[in-house]
């Protein structure tokens, strides 16, 4: 019999409202609706038990039906594997032996168990759960359901008592809703691999995938030649070697070799280091290999934009002005309630006047705005939402888990200092958001991307895991915490009971306070073609054939690894905003160093 995980006491209260008969009334009570789920089908059913004395050790309830399954109770009411509670189970009865079985079928199911005196429905015990019923698991509930010694409330002087049952059938959307993810297949089930943690590279992976997943740079960096380089050592090749991997292996990739090319050791794998300086950094070290190659200059291409400073006077014709290179966009999340607020503060002019007026060449003291606007912006645009920040008050970094919404799609036309001639140029496609759960200390980075052109189908990147998921996971689910959201939206009615799945409903929303995006991926819309066409064959370097071979090595020697203790060694986990640099041009291997 397989149980929910956790158990808690639950509340009984000392007179309901309503009966148990009393459906619609009943089943905001016991059943509450979540609006994150589409009901598929929702059954009531009750057994009526004539005499509890006179019950199995092993009981089943009548058949019922339900989203064209057959379900029944499956009870035992001296217990499970022990003999101080009731358990009982919800069980799909379905025959394994049959012509038209499926052996991946599956469906799943928001239950409550009640039990209840027949002769007052509104004296009622419950408790929920939620569960994905499947071949490996036809059943689910609890061992320990209620205390038997204290089960006569519940029943009448002639031992009379009914269980029913409150079901509904949501849509698995995704195929993998409440899946427990063992012996998951990502190939198989995705068409995609993931990337192996080494201990607190997972924000490396989420970045590498979404490189990766860029195309148009995917090309770029298999045409660096690299033949004759040792992947330890050239980054070039350690990187071509991991895409590679991830475009044809079976199984999860390593990126040991890539942080042996940058120069770290076991201990900086233990480390979080700053995924901006880490992008910066590694798109600066591809650059210099491409230089005097056949992609030379890709990564401005398909990167770069053009911001422009300046300081203009208000009541002369006077302006002062540089236009700067830019990689990625950092943007506001304090204080900004959307994406299209922080472009707005990002761009908002200050006005100089009084004792901090301008001085304009030729012209004296001016009032003046001073500002920035965008020259151009990339095909690929990279916005670094600012999650972590520096609280003067408290001499802390710390991090920023406010309520701030990002678009499918934006148009930068206004950003703009010049209107472009065709207002679809700068419009962009949500493309990926890399997610941060936890606080300043640590936590835990993945990515949500979406591979291809067509279609909406988003897949969550989470280390050596890739499963689909839905929209509202991709937007609402990172958008950060809203503090202004309604109290009865799927949350806890304080006058009502606590039940174990509300509990846990309340568990899940706690820990999306702290997770939310910390950096978007747009590509230009009219770019897509370009951004995610297809890699022939032939661009693709022959010598990372081998590349598979030692991947599969790899994984071989990270499970023995694990599966054999070694030494402990004292790491600090805590995220480290650690800055890494160029070495000199003249040096032939450009490592990333920790300072």
Known sequence: MTEVETTIKDIEKPKNKYSIYDHEQILPVVLPLN?????????????????WNALEQRAHGPVFEAAGYQWRVLLFPRGNSQHEMVSVYLEVVIDPKS??????????????????????PTHYFMNTAHHRFCGEEIDWGFTKYHEIKSLPAYMNKQNQTVISIFLRVVKDETGVLWHNLINY???????????????????????????????????????????????????????????YNLQFSEESVGTTELTKSFGWDSLDAFMQHDVQEFSRVLQDNLELKMKGTKV?????????????????CINVDYESSRVEDFYDIQLNVKGCKTLQDSFRRYVDKET??????????????????????????????????????????????????????FPDHINLNEFCSKPCQDPTEYNYVLHGVLVHSGDIDGGHYFALLKPEKEGNKWFRFDDDRVTPVT?????????????????????????????????????????????????????????????LGEIRSEEIPKHLNRSLKDNAKALKDDVLNT???????????????????????????????IM
Request: charged letters at 30%; one cysteine or more.
């Open 185 to 243: 297949d990502s190939r198989k089930e995705t068409g995609y691999v993931g990337i192996r943690n080494q201990g607190a590279t997972c924000y490396m992976n989420s970045l590498i995938q979404s490189l990766y997943f860029t195309k148009t740079f995917r090309k770029a960096v298999y045409g660096i030649p690299t033949e004759k380089e040792d992947p330890n050592n050239s980054v070039a090749l350690a990187l071509q070697r991991c895409f």
């Open 352 to 405: 100089m006047d009084g004792e901090n007026k301008y001085m304009a060449e030729g012209c004296g003291l001016q009032d003046a705005w001073k500002g920035v606007s965008f020259e151009s912006f990339p095909p690929v645009l990279h916005l670094q939402l600012k999650r972590f920040e520096y609280d003067m008050q408290r001499d802390t970094m710390i991090k920023i888990n406010d309520h701030h919404v």
């Open 296 to 312: 030379d200059g890709a990564v401005t291409n398909i990167f770069m934009g053009k911001m422009k400073s300046y300081i203009k």
């Open 471 to 531: 929209l509202r996971e991709v937007f609402d689910d990172n958008y950060g915490d809203d503090p202004l959201r309604p109290a009865n939206r799927n949350d806890d009615d304080p006058k009502q009971l606590v039940t174990e799945d509300q509990l846990r409903c309340t568990n899940a929303r706690a820990l999306k306070r702290f997770t939310n995006a910390y950096m978007l991926v747009y590509f230009q819309e009219n770019k897509l073609d370009e951004i």
């Open 35 to 51: 609006k994150d789920y589409e009901q598929v089908d929702l059954q009531v059913h009750h057994w009526e038990i004539k005499d």
């Open 99 to 120: 012509e038209d079985y499926n052996k991946d079928w599956s469906v799943c199911g928001q239950f409550s168990v009640v039990i209840s005196n027949p002769d007052d």
């Open 563 to 593: 599966l054999i203790p070694t030494q402990p060694t004292t790491v600090n986990t805590k995220q480290k905003h650690v800055h890494m640099k160029k070495m000199e041009k003249a040096v032939a291997d450009k490592k990333c160093i």
